[in-house]
Structure formats: C-alpha cells, structure tokens
C-alpha cells in the first residue's frame, strides 16, 4: 500500500506547481493547509482560495475547467477533503475536461481538526479510487523530481490528470486572509480575462 512513496513538504510542491505557472492558469486550493500554502507561494488573482466549505475545491475546479476550456485549471485538495466528494471523480472521468489537473495532499489524517485518521490511514489508495473511477492518468508522484515531471506534463497533455502525494504533517507558514468577498471579487476579475492577456491585480 504505497509504503515505497516518499512523503514530501506540501509546502514544497506547492511551491514547485505555481513555479511552473506561466499563462494565467486557475488554482483552486482546498480549505486549510492546501489553501494557505497557495497563498504563501505567492499570491496570484488566478488563484481561489476555499474558506470553510470542506471537499468543494475539484467541484469549483471543474466548473472553472469546464466554464474556460483554453484555460488549464488545477484542485489542490486534502485527502480528508476529497473524500467528500468521491463521486465528483465520476463525474469529471465521465466529462473528460482536458484542462483540468488534480492534485491532493495525502497525509492520512484531518490535521487542522486533530490529526484524526482518514481512510488512507488504513487501505484506501486515492490513485486506485481515481483509477476506478474512469480517471486513466492517475499516479503517485515517488518523489519531488516526478512530481515536478507530472506537473509539467498536465501543463502540456491532455487530462484529466489526477495526481496524488504523500505529504508530511507539517505546518503552513501561515494562513489565507480571511476575505470572502475580495478573494470572490478578485478571482472573478481574473477570470473574466482570457490567459495571457496579463491580469495581474492582486
């Protein structure tokens, strides 16, 4: 079960994705950790940051992907928030958006509510759940160079892409502004512009 991946700095991957950002793509970061380690790669517009809606980021993702079809869209999503929204991989494997990539942070716990086990914990494998579902290129990233590696190419092939880390329980450097309204407002403006066009209000 996965014993061989290395676990990772979400912090770190986090970091390693937005670097390759370069032609305004959309980021939608889960509640709590995935969220606040976006922020602290650098704010971006394109960036839309979940407040306390637990399991909503691949559901939002998919509208933006299929709502902007030029437009490459990643999920940033916990392990504990995705098992909310299984059935949101049906749905998106079904679709078949080409834009959009997943990416979940999996360290088998809920670790802002208590560090309470998640299913991963024990025999729940995401790739195998994603696979299941009809997502055919899903993986494991091994380690930081493949991860990087799988990045790149979700940037560049057609997905779906589901791709899935095994992370430490570090802690984040520190937390997302606390503004619905602004981050609703500014993520619409850079939207509303089609990529490239250079938006850059943050």
Not at 2 to 31: P, W, Y
Not at 59 to 77: C, D, K, S, T, Y
Not at 183 to 198: C, L, N, S, Y
Request: some cysteine.
């Amino acid at each position: 079960m996965n014993s061989h991946l290395k676990r990772m700095s979400r912090f770190d991957l986090t970091c390693r994705l937005v670097e390759q950002l370069k032609h305004d793509e959309a980021v939608i970061g889960g509640i709590g950790n995935s969220n606040f380690d976006l922020w602290n790669a650098g704010p971006r517009p394109q960036n839309f940051y979940m407040l306390g809606s637990m399991g909503l980021a691949v559901p939002i993702a998919l509208g933006v992907a299929l709502a902007q079809p030029e437009r490459r869209v990643f999920a940033l999503e916990g392990d504990g928030s995705l098992l909310m929204q299984l059935g949101a991989l049906a749905t998106i494997a079904n679709l078949k958006p080409r834009n959009l990539a997943i990416m979940v942070w999996d360290n088998a716990m809920y670790q802002i509510t208590g560090a309470q086990p998640t299913a991963s914990a024990g025999r729940a494998d995401f790739v195998a759940i994603a696979r299941g579902a009809g997502l055919e290129q899903s993986a494991w990233a091994a380690d930081e160079e493949d991860f990087t590696a799988l990045v790149a190419r979700s940037l560049s092939e057609d997905g779906p892409w589901f791709v899935a880390a095994k992370i430490d329980g570090s802690a984040p450097k520190g937390q997302t502004p606390r503004e619905p309204a602004i981050i609703k407002d500014r993520f619409t403006r850079a939207m509303a512009q089609k990529p490239g066009d250079g938006y850059g209000g943050l």
